[in-house]
């Protein structure tokens, strides 16, 4: 049954997407991995009551995956907030504890009971990677076109959800594919259809890689073909500019052109910052999107994405050193040396086959690191990266006999109850996606303006899931619209409505204080409800307030609090914002355009006209 639900894991892990979910790659692929690592658990537990004895595996990596998870338990316990910590960033998933303790489990579950299984668990790997990659090839030639909005013929991402993720599944595959050179070159077809520049760097360190560790005749073919793939790449090659200073950003992002090495040059300070202030634990696991705002470059208003959300470091390192520290990135990087020296080291002891198996490993290990450097993992290269090491270790043990042993009646008892544990375990995951079709469901018909609908089903979810705030911010703000919606017509009802909404707001940020996008959103509430109740500006100037304590250098948020403070009358603060505003970001047109509003109302045309022949 474990090698059965491995070989699952590896089919479905990559494949699974749905259309009715709020995040359709990676929730599902975080919930089939808890789902594997549940029946998993459950039935080595089994195992080791019908063997009188708990089955385990000691391997060379027990030492740094031990501290990596102690790591991660620490972080949480210290976080800013445990909730994510736990369970990870909502629509990431990924990088949670629970994530990290699924991925353990598997790894020793796999060094117990797969030592013998390593050949067809590759072969099922790679065939799943075949299908992955034929889907992406035709992806380039317009198999789907008609149903996703990004330019999917031109940059492929397959069943992964976005190019460079389904580039960095790749290599960890390609060099396995090696001695089954037409999978090579679908795989190698597929990831260049992906036009990822950190994928081909990948590439390119997987084969020196590879070639390091087996340097043969085949090798030397391997890296030349490799040459010749990445000379076509160059096109998508990251191409090396000087970078001038803040005054010279402003151009590019007023063009909305600000390149992704631009972008990372300040997300990363962003992140150093983080790390100093967090030195040892960081700030929690998975709270990038928390923390970065306290420590955010002024630069960062200069970019072209410079109101989107970063929820990631775009840089695995980073992100771990950030959220976890310098224990977290230390335990990481141990591992990943670690596994890197055990490799080296058995290549000179073990057979020609596992020799081979080895280099191909590592290389594919090595090029996803060059990959989440620039980036960050997801579901199904998390779940190679921490299996690839168990592969590789079950490998090179010798499988053990087990012995069949007489059920007595208190071993058929505990069975009973570790399976009734397992079903529980799996109704919950089960429960865990219905909340989240919910809650999709209700967005989406609020967002169409059919709020009744989109109250019930976002009650459902909360319901289903009361502790988990990203509902319960939903629900809010469809309470207060429904509140404004019945004013006329039931004055009662309408109180109800609003009365719940003043609640849910204030039990969201009394679950997370520190998610700058429920404090935008409780902004939006307490201003819809204004609309019933003028006392309510006074909350939406306090939630303003503790907003850009949070953030100090949002341009957004000090321009949309001068707009409240001019339309209350009080231009004297509304001036003091507004030139504050276009002081962290010169290039805010629309900022710019209130401010000489705000002067030609107060009788300064000459104020005013500065700002607009800036415009």
Known sequence: MIAAAFYLL????????????????????????????????????????????????????????????????????????????????????????LSTISYLTLYWAYAAFMTDKTKKAVAVILSTGLVVSLYGIAEHFGIDKHIWVQDVQNRVFSTLGQPNW?????????????????????????????????????????????????????????????????????????????????????????????????????????????WKHYPVFGSGVETFAYSYYNFRPVEHNLLSEWDFLYNKAHNEFLNFLATTGAFGLGSYLLL?????????????????????????????????????????????????????????????ADPEAKPAYPINNFQAISIAIISLLTLFGLLFVVKLWRADYLYNLGKNQAKAKRLQEGWQNLSRAVQLSPKEPVFRNDLAETEAQLAVAYASPSAQTAKKFKD?????????????????????????????????????????????????????????????????????????????????????KPNYEAARNSLGSLYEQTQRPELAREQYEYI
């Not at 080595?44 to 009188?52: G, T």
């Not at 990372?264 to 983080?274: S, T």
């Open 10 to 97: 590896f089919i479905i892990v990559p494949l699974i997407l749905t259309p009715w979910n709020f995040e359709l790659f990676e929730f599902n692929k975080m919930l089939t991995v808890y789902a594997g690592a549940i029946i998993i658990a459950g039935a080595w537990a089994v195992e080791s009551i019908r063997s009188h004895r708990f089955i385990f595996r000691r391997t060379p990596l027990d030492l740094p995956l031990v501290l990596f998870l102690i790591s991660q338990i620490i972080s949480t316990i210290l976080s800013i907030d445990r909730h994510t910590s736990i369970w990870g960033y909502y629509s990431r998933f990924h990088g949670g504890l």
């Open 166 to 274: 389904l580039a960095a599944y790749l290599i960890m595959l390609i060099p396995l594919s090696l001695p089954r050179w037409p999978l090579t070159a679908i795989y190698l077809l597929a990831l260049y259809f992906t036009k990822s520049r950190s994928g081909f760097l990948a590439l390119a360190a997987a084969a020196l890689v590879y070639g390091l560790m087996r340097w043969r005749k085949t090798t030397l073919f391997f890296i030349a073909f490799i040459l010749i793939f990445m000379y076509f790449a160059r096109p998508y090659l990251p191409q090396l500019q000087p970078t001038g200073g803040l005054a010279n950003e402003v151009p590019l992002a007023q063009s909305g052109g600000s390149s992704s090495s631009d972008i990372r040059q300040v997300v990363w300070r962003g992140a150093i910052d983080i």
């Open 336 to 396: 990943i040396g670690w596994f890197t020296i055990w490799c080296i080291q058995s290549i000179k002891t073990h057979t020609r086959s596992q020799m081979i198996l080895y280099s191909s490993l590592l290389a594919g290990y090595i090029g996803a690191g060059v990959s989440n450097f620039f980036g960050f993992s997801v579901v199904p290269v998390a779940l190679m990266f921490f299996l690839w090491p168990a592969i590789a270790l079950a490998k090179a």
């Open 500 to 584: 719940q909404a003043v609640k849910n707001a204030d039990l969201v940020i009394a679950q997370n204080p520190v998610n700058l996008n429920f404090w935008r959103s409780r902004i939006k509430i307490f201003l819809t409800l204004a609309e019933l109740d003028p006392d309510y500006y006074n909350e939406v100037l306090r939630s303003f307030d503790q907003a850009i304590t949070l953030v100090p250098t949002d341009a957004k948020l000090t321009y949309n609090l001068g707009l409240v403070y001019n339309q209350l009358g009080q231009t004297s603060l509304s001036e003091q914002l507004l030139v504050k505003t276009v002081g962290i």
